[in-house]
């Protein structure tokens, strides 16, 4: 085992203090939630933890390559297929583009959802989104990938299969999702709690 990523001392505040000092240590797999209220500052720590927002002061130290980040909104292109939204993160890899169609089908079976590779990703439910978002992901293929509430507008069915993805995916990453879905801690090897500006286990 070795740290991934370690926050040290991290604070954040706002209008009012929302991050007060937190410490902790990521190893290099598993899969670990971070579990508070609307407002404890989940987002704040995920954008911080992504090099999207800048704490006020701490540290925060980073062993690894390739980080991705599935935020909350899903952020693909409505308008055309799960394939093209693939198409574009593929671009920015160091693959041949004879590859893509390969490597595209390959993740899709993996998250089950190869039978939508052609659907315009418009008719997706929020289940199927977030496994393309997903899949876009690890196409880039990151040590680190963070999700803000991944289970949070889908039906419990779903929920399940996708919590059990994440499981699988974390024997060989880091992943850190946020939450406020008690289901979670029956997949997550690590549950954080954050309350008071403040995480423990
Ligand atoms: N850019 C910002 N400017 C001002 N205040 C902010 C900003 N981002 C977050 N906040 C405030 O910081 C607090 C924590 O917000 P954050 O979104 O991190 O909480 P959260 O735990 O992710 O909430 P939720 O579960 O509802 O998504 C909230 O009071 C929020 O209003």
């Known amino acids: 085992m070795t740290v991934l990523l370690e926050l040290e001392n991290i604070h954040k505040s706002y209008k009012q203090r929302v991050l007060c000092g937190l410490n902790y240590k990521f190893n290099n797999n598993g899969l670990y939630a971070i579990y508070g ?9 995920l954008n911080i933890m992504a090099g999207f927002e800048l704490p006020d002061s701490g540290k925060l130290h980073c062993r690894f390559g390739k980080l991705e980040y599935v935020m909350q909104e899903h952020m693909l292109l409505t ?12 671009n920015l890899t160091s693959y041949s583009t004879n590859e893509y169609d390969d490597i ?18 418009s008719v997706l439910s929020g289940g199927e989104k977030q496994r393309v978002s997903l899949a876009r992901a690890l196409l880039n293929v990151p040590e680190v990938i963070l999700l803000d509430e991944p289970t949070a507008s889908i039906d419990q069915g ?20 946020t939450t406020h879905d008690p289901l979670v801690k029956d997949y997550a090897d690590t549950m954080l709690s954050l309350e008071g500006g403040r995480l423990s286990e």
């Open 104 to 121: 595209i089908k390959k993740i899709c079976i993996s998250l089950s959802i190869d039978n939508l590779i052609d659907e315009k990703v």
């Open 158 to 177: 779903i929920k399940e299969d996708l919590l059990k993805i994440l499981e699988n995916i974390s024997k060989d990453k880091l992943i850190i999702i």
């Open 37 to 45: 209220i609307s407002g404890s500052g989940k987002s704040t720590l």
């Open 79 to 90: 308008n055309v297929s799960v394939r093209e939204n693939l198409y574009i993160k593929l």
